[in-house]
């Protein structure tokens, strides 16, 4: 039979590494949490696009009249955006900028809003 010292160790690290897990996990997200905008006056499409990304891991995508709504998650330090054709979009925060890289390669700029 077991004494009680014999399991409480195992039992109170294990503790330990689930309620570390879960504080870095929702660290993250809070982190990139937030409404972001890019200018796109320099480019072909002139106009203002904004990404809002919520904590709960849903966000939405909106450029002009048009929104489009996805989901989000935070993964060694890489935003990825889960598309609903399946694909994914993968995101860097850097110096306070989210930068996004796009299908075709091109990177958007977005400054945090709120």
Known sequence: MLKRTEWRIPV???????????LFACGSKERYAGTYKADLADSAKQGEATVELKINGEGKWKFGDEE???????????????????????G?????????????????????IQ
Do not use: H, Y
């Open 12 to 22: 109170c690290i294990l503790s330990l590494c689930l309620v570390l897990t879960f």
């Open 68 to 90: 489009v709504p996805f989901s989000w998650d935070v993964k060694e330090d890489q935003l990825r955006v889960n598309t609903k054709g399946g694909g994914i979009i993968v």
């Open 92 to 112: 860097r925060m850097q110096n306070g900028v989210l930068n996004i890289t796009l299908p075709n390669s091109r990177t958007m700029a977005f400054k945090k």
